[in-house]
Every structure is written in structure tokens, then in C-alpha cells.
């Protein structure tokens, strides 16, 4: 283990002296891609009765493989149940601006290139600064959001040359198996990485960062949706209707134009603008207020008598 240490920080000397900087947004990546990219389908996994359970108390699992070739890196996974609806999550995933605030690990997002098609899918790119255990990288990607099938895709921006060899990823959200509201996300990433990166680097990237990954999105998603909640429910709370009970409503005082006193007579608006009692022979509030909204708005030339809806 001491070795390792001596090892990273001698590594990090050297960068901090020769400045190693290989990428460059002036001049294409050295290849189109050596990892099959993910197509934003749906990708099928199966899990474990204790990875469940994990899953259950709030907790990611994860997992990681080494590539198959000679290269530094490998592929990571990682599922995560959250407590927010599928497109809030989605939304939190693709907004690439809040990267910063939430994750350590990135330091800068520029968003440099962005579309929206026709059927509602939007693509954009974007250069990522990024620093681990003293690392710093710079990668640029090319980004796929599918509000269809409730994916996130990415390769690298090809035209541009990036610290990563390669990078695939793909993020998916589906509406939990067995509880109401909640929704599961699954991520994957398979990079490839130069020889130059130290192993400590290429298992936090593979590994620990994957994990990461899934608590942020689950804590952040998590949090919106009660915000929107609360919201929601002050929304309500504000267009409840007080029928002689205890529960707030519209008043006279707030828009008296209405009529909406309820310590009164409903009134009604005639053509001359004057306000006049209701002619309900039974003399009962039976207006709704969505009712004598309606006469004002869809029946305006209608006279001060106006009938029952």
C-alpha cells in the first residue's frame, strides 16, 4: 500500500512539472470509437436477492469488470431506487450544469454544441474538466437524451481529442418494479484509459465513482421532488374553496370582482357592469365558484339574472 502511495505522488510531481496535457479541441480524437457504444435501448440485468435487500435501505450496488483488453479501464455498473418520478430523474441526469455542485470529481461543464428533434430526443456536447487524487483530465462528449425510452447516452466527441482513450456510458430510469412512485436507475460506463493512469485513478473511475454516481442523482431527484411537492401542495391549498368549514379559500378580499365572500349572497356580474344579488329563490349559496367563474368569462353579455349552469 505504501508503495502505491509513494508511487501516485511521485506521478503527480511529474505532472505538476512537465504540465501533461494531451487534450485538444483543435484536432480529432486518434479513432472513431473502439467501444461498441450504447444504442439508448433498454439495456436487461438481473439482481440478486441480497443486492435487493441492499437496494431496500436506501443503498446502491454495484459492479465493476476489467476491459478485456490490454488497456487501462473497465466497466462499471450500478443500480439505485429512488424516490421521485421517472422524467425528474431523467432531468436531473441530463442537466449537465449542475454537475460541478454535485460531483467532486468535475470541476468545469461547457456545453458547446445542443439540438432538440422533432420527435422530442435532444443531443448535446460538452467538454468536461475533471480531477482525481490530483489527475486532472479533459474529455469531450457526446450526450443523447431520450425522453422516449427514459435514457441518457454518451460517446466521445470524436471530432475533438480527449485525455480518455474512450468512453461509453448509458443511464436508464424505470418506474420501480413494486413501489408506487418510486423509480429504479441503472448506469454503465466501459472506458478506456492511457497507460500513464496510475491503478489507484483507473479503480475510483471503475469502481468507487460509479456509485457516486447514483447516490448524487438519488439525493438530488429526491429532494426536487418533495420541492415540487410542497409546491404542488401550497398550489392547492390556494385554490381550496371554504364552504362554511375550517379550510382556506378564495375571499372577497382578494378578488372582490367575484364576489367571493362567503359571509354573502353570491353576486354575479350584469352587462352594465353593476354588481346585483343572485335571484335564487331558495336564497342558498348554490353557485360553485368554478360556476360563477363561467358566467363571467364564457357568458358576458348574459343578463344580471343569469341562470343556473
Given at each position: 500500500?505504501?508503495?502505491?502511495?509513494?508511487?501516485?505522488?511521485l506521478f503527480i510531481i511529474i505532472l505538476v512539472l512537465t504540465e501533461i496535457e494531451s487534450s485538444s479541441d483543435k484536432e480529432p480524437h486518434p479513432?472513431?470509437?473502439?467501444?461498441?457504444?450504447?444504442?439508448?435501448?433498454?439495456?436487461?440485468?438481473?439482481?440478486?436477492?441480497?443486492?435487493?435487500?441492499l437496494l431496500s435501505t436506501g443503498k446502491g450496488v454495484s459492479k465493476a469488470v476489467k476491459s478485456?483488453?490490454?488497456?487501462?479501464?473497465?466497466?462499471?455498473?450500478?443500480?439505485?431506487?429512488?424516490?421521485?418520478?421517472?422524467?425528474?430523474?431523467?432531468?436531473?441526469?441530463?442537466?449537465?450544469?449542475?454537475?460541478?455542485?454535485?460531483?467532486?470529481?468535475?470541476?468545469?461543464?461547457?456545453i458547446y454544441d445542443s439540438k432538440t428533434y422533432i420527435n422530442g430526443t435532444t443531443r448535446c456536447k460538452a467538454k468536461f474538466d475533471v480531477r482525481v487524487f490530483g489527475v486532472s483530465f479533459r474529455y469531450f462528449l457526446d450526450l443523447t437524451k431520450d425522453t422516449k425510452r427514459n435514457t441518457y447516452t454518451w460517446t466521445l466527441?470524436?471530432?475533438?481529442?480527449s485525455d480518455f482513450n474512450d468512453n461509453v456510458g448509458?443511464?436508464?430510469?424505470?418506474?420501480?418494479?413494486?413501489?408506487?412512485?418510486?423509480?429504479?436507475?441503472?448506469?454503465?460506463?466501459?472506458?478506456?484509459?492511457?497507460?500513464?493512469?496510475?491503478?489507484?485513478?483507473?479503480?475510483?473511475?471503475?469502481?468507487?465513482?460509479?456509485?457516486e454516481s447514483t447516490q448524487w442523482v438519488k439525493d438530488v431527484s429526491e429532494k426536487n421532488a418533495l420541492l415540487k411537492k410542497s409546491k404542488s401542495d401550497n398550489f392547492s391549498w390556494g385554490l381550496s374553496v371554504n364552504r362554511g368549514g375550517n379550510?382556506?379559500?378564495?375571499?372577497?378580499?382578494?378578488?372582490?370582482?367575484?364576489?367571493?365572500?362567503?359571509?354573502?349572497?353570491?353576486?354575479?356580474?350584469?352587462?352594465?357592469?353593476?354588481?346585483?344579488?343572485?335571484?335564487?329563490?331558495?336564497?342558498?349559496?348554490?353557485?360553485?365558484?368554478?360556476?360563477?367563474?363561467?358566467?363571467?368569462?364564457?357568458?358576458p353579455f348574459r343578463s344580471s339574472r343569469a341562470s343556473e349552469l
Open positions: 500500500m505504501m508503495i502505491k502511495l509513494l508511487s501516485l505522488y479513432h472513431d470509437g473502439l467501444i461498441t457504444p450504447f444504442t439508448g435501448k433498454h439495456i436487461k440485468y438481473t439482481l440478486t436477492t441480497k443486492e435487493e435487500e478485456k483488453s490490454n488497456e487501462p479501464g473497465g466497466v462499471g455498473f450500478a443500480v439505485q431506487d429512488v424516490n421521485a418520478p421517472v422524467y425528474l430523474i431523467l432531468d436531473t441526469i441530463s442537466d449537465l450544469t449542475t454537475y460541478p455542485k454535485y460531483v467532486p470529481s468535475v470541476k468545469k461543464v461547457d466527441d470524436y471530432d475533438k481529442k448509458h443511464w436508464q430510469v424505470q418506474k420501480h418494479p413494486s413501489k408506487g412512485g418510486w423509480s429504479r436507475v441503472m448506469y454503465s460506463t466501459d472506458i478506456r484509459l492511457p497507460s500513464w493512469i496510475p491503478t489507484m485513478v483507473i479503480n475510483f473511475l471503475t469502481k468507487t465513482a460509479i456509485l379550510s382556506p379559500g378564495w375571499s372577497s378580499s382578494v378578488f372582490p370582482s367575484l364576489g367571493l365572500n362567503n359571509n354573502k349572497k353570491p353576486t354575479t356580474i350584469d352587462t352594465t357592469n353593476s354588481i346585483v344579488e343572485n335571484s335564487d329563490s331558495s336564497g342558498n349559496n348554490s353557485h360553485s365558484v368554478l360556476s360563477r367563474i363561467r358566467n363571467i368569462v364564457f357568458y
